[in-house]
């Protein structure tokens, strides 16, 4: 078999600079996302798992793969992978950090955008009946300048968001474990606050931050009712982070005003209480889904793999 094994389909870039170097490797050709068991049957003599965010890889498979030197995930996250059994088969995992700050970070506006001037809504709207003209109190929405947004996790895209967003005029709270510096928020115009606050005073609210046992269900039904009937959630980074069936309740209820969502807590799984609701955006997890990131991140996987064959040590280890 062999000696790199990638369990999704990558762009063509990431299989060019494998074969560049002359790397005998396998790829997964399925239409579907792979199953547990082929990917186990293909790992008895992999050095190198490629894999997806998409992809998980539990401690059954990583027993099955005695010769797995390193998991190169495709994706920033790496919520998918058995990160205590990795460690402790000795196997490196790597992410896809940085690249796809842009991205996420014009998603996530986009998303603001089109919930607060009801895009997606209007767009139903002229592929069904249409409409009769233009009219003064005709389809209103918001205006995001002037609107108290609030970034809760203000790593490289919490930052990429808020600069943005403080372009369009918006004022910004943040909160995360580490206030930033003064010349920061300066630039920014950011104020940094408690999550409780934050919540209590934004108009819209954003999510950016990993998924991890701390954070899941960080927005759950008490914490969502905190939030002003007028408010709108966005989350472009982990669907787990919300209880979608508390959002769904507040949603329906008309405590929350509208949500846009990229992720889901059952991935790709989503509800069909959200598909019914007009005043939600919902878009199939496109967060860094652009040429520029996505080859980006398929240099970083390829680059770390060349390094694990050759000896050297890979970039953005997780797991070290």
Same mark, same amino acid.
């Given at each position: 078999m062999a000696q790199v094994y990638i369990s /999704?389909?990558?762009?063509?870039s990431a299989n060019n600079a494998l074969k560049r170097a002359g790397v005998d490797f396998e790829a997964y050709r399925g239409k579907s996302l792979i199953t547990e068991a082929e990917l186990q049957a293909h790992l008895s003599?992999?050095?190198?798992?490629?894999?997806?965010?998409?992809?998980?890889?539990?401690? /059954?498979t990583l027993a099955k793969a005695p010769h797995l030197k390193l998991i190169a995930n495709y994706g920033a996250g790496f919520n998918n992978i058995d990160i205590t059994a990795a460690k402790a088969h000795g196997v490196l995992v790597t992410n896809t950090p940085k690249v796809s700050t842009t991205s996420t970070a014009e998603v996530t506006l986009a998303l603001m955008l089109a919930v607060l001037h009801r895009v997606t809504e209007g767009d139903r709207l002229m592929r069904g009946p249409g409409f009769s003209g233009w009219a003064p109190t005709f389809f209103l929405g918001h205006e995001l300048a002037g609107k108290t947004v609030g970034i809760i996790g203000m790593g490289q895209i919490g930052q990429a968001v808020a600069k943005r967003v403080h372009a369009f005029d918006a004022n910004i709270l943040y909160t995360q474990h580490h206030q930033l510096p003064p010349e920061k928020e300066q630039s920014l115009g950011a104020t940094f606050t408690d999550q409780?606050?934050?919540l209590q005073q934004s108009d819209l609210v954003t999510l950016h931050l990993p998924l991890v046992p701390a954070t899941h269900h960080l927005l759950d039904a008490q914490a969502l009712a905190t939030m002003k009937p007028s408010a709108y959630l966005i989350n472009a980074a982990r669907g787990p982070l919300i209880d979608e069936a508390a959002l769904l309740e507040q949603l329906t209820a008309h405590r929350l005003a509208g949500a846009a969502l990229d992720v889901y807590e059952a991935e790709p799984h989503v509800s069909s209480g959200l598909k019914a609701l007009d005043n939600v955006v919902l878009t199939p997890h496109i967060g860094n889904a652009t040429v520029e990131a996505r080859d980006a991140m398929a240099k970083i996987v390829t680059d770390n793999t060349l390094a694990i064959l050759s000896g050297k040590q890979p970039r953005y280890i997780v797991n070290d």
């Open positions: /999704a389909t990558l762009p063509k003599d992999a050095k190198v798992l490629i894999t997806a965010l998409s992809t998980p890889v539990s401690a /059954a409780a606050t934050l």
